[in-house]
Each structure stands twice: as C-alpha cells, then as structure tokens.
C-alpha cells in the first residue's frame, strides 16, 4: 500500500484501543508498516484485523506489559529480529486512576508511574540507536493534565507533568541525533478509557458517569469529546516531513479546554 509513510516501521504502545489504535491505523493506511504493543493479545488480534481488512498491512503485534523491563526489553528484541529498524516510536500506553486523593493507595500511584512513564522511558532509550540511524521521531501522547492540575485526578496529573518534562529534555538530545522528539497533549476524548475515568470520578463524586461527562463538557464550553482520530492526524502530522523544524514542543487537541498560555 503507497503512502506517505511508505517503507517506514512505526511502533505504537498502547495500540490495541482508543487513540493508539486509531494512530497505529492512521500509519497504516499512510503506507507504514506497524507494530502495535498492548497488553491484552486479544485486543490487539481485533485491531490487527481491523487494520488488514482495511487494506493496509497487518501489523505485528507484540502482547507486553510495559510496566516490566523485561517485557520493554522483548519488544525491542521482538522489532530488532523481526524487522531491523523503528523509524517513529508513539509512546501511547498508560492508564492512571482518578479518584479522592486520600482513597489512592500507594500501590495505584506506583503503577501510574510504571506503565506510563517507566515503559515510555525504557522504550525511548531501547531504541534510540534504531531512530537516530533512521533520523526518526519519538511522539508522547501524554495528556492535558501534563499542563492544568485537578485534585480529582493527582496521580495522572504528576505521571503526565513528569511525561512532559521528560518528553521536553530529551528533545535537546534529540537535536544533534536527528530525532524529532515531539508530544501531544489530548483533551477528553471518546475512548474506553475515558469511560473508565468518568466512572472512577463518578464514585468519588457519589454521583454518575453521565453526570460527570455533562460537567466535563460544560465546564470547558466544549462541542464535543474529542476522537481519537483527532490526535491520529496530528501524530502523522508530526512525524511528516512537513514538521521536521517542530522539536520538543506540546500540542493540545483538547478544543481549546486548556486555559493556560502554556
């Protein structure tokens, strides 16, 4: 399939659902030649169907939990025998709880840092050698939280701040390597995972998930939710050569709901 991305390698995290499959099939369809990481194995036979019944090239599929060094360390050999190079690393994978700050346990604040943060900086320095070969990008789909503090949503508010500024400095070494290291910043958007995060806000609040949407909606003077397609254009965007001079910098697809200059 010809495309823009035609004879890249493209690995997303977290792409079995949500804006990593819709960014791990956005490659594809552009060309790419993509392998999605999750993981749930069943979730990622679906969206590997999903893209090959689409007309695009099945992706390879590595089931991983990426909160493990070992399973960081599988992915990369997996790439590395499998197929020999990555061009574009989407560091996609995470999921934070939301809730009262004194109900979150000590155990839900290590494994928001785990996943998110620990498996995007494992990743990062596995296949650094592979992308500055390729003069390649690195995308971190952090959130909007990196940027507005929310006392309901402390654990995913500190992973995501230290995201950014991770994601920030290792832009600066990105520069003399060739590698555009780039994050994006989405809002709420219509994803399970978003549903998960309306229930667990809904407990805390003693009130319900629709309830929750109306306020995050309302609150923002917002249209609508985001999709995850929204933030699939801009991660193609950015990893074009259209956007080679864009470097360490954070955009928000959030309709505007951030209210900071920043």
Not at 65 to 87: M, N, S, Y
Not at 96 to 114: K, M, P, S, V
Not at 119 to 144: D, E, S, T, Y
Request: glycine share 12%.
């Amino acid at each position: 399939m010809a495309g823009e991305f035609a004879g890249k390698v493209v690995l997303v995290t977290g792409g079995s659902r949500g804006i990593g499959r819709a960014i791990g099939e956005a490659f594809a369809r552009a060309g790419a030649e993509t392998v999605l990481v999750a993981t749930s194995a069943a979730n990622l036979a679906k969206a590997a169907d999903s893209i090959a019944k689409s007309g695009a090239k099945a992706p390879l599929t590595v089931a991983a939990d990426l909160r493990q060094p070992e399973a960081c360390d599988r992915v990369f050999q997996t790439v590395k025998e499998r197929i020999g190079r990555c061009d574009i690393l989407v560091n996609n994978a995470g999921a934070t709880r939301a809730g009262n700050f004194t109900d979150l346990t000590e155990e839900q604040w290590q494994d928001g840092f785990a996943l998110k943060f620990f498996g995007c900086v494992r990743l990062c320095r596995l296949f650094w050698p592979m992308l500055k070969a390729a003069q390649g990008h690195v995308v971190n789909v952090i959130g909007g939280a990196a940027r507005t503090p929310d006392p309901g949503f402390l654990i995913g508010g500190a992973v995501n701040a230290a995201m950014h500024n991770f994601t920030k400095g290792l832009s600066a070494l990105g520069r003399p390597d060739g590698i555009n290291v780039n994050a994006i910043l989405p809002g709420m958007t219509e994803t399970e995972r978003v549903e998960q995060l309306f229930q667990q806000r809904a407990q805390a609040a003693g009130t319900t998930p629709d309830a929750i949407r109306a306020q995050a909606i309302a609150k923002d003077g917002l249209r609508r939710l985001g999709k995850p397609e929204d933030s699939a254009e801009l991660a193609l965007f950015l990893c074009s050569e259209r956007a080679r001079h864009i470097q360490g910098t954070a955009i928000a697809v959030d309709g505007g709901a951030t209210g900071g200059l920043f």
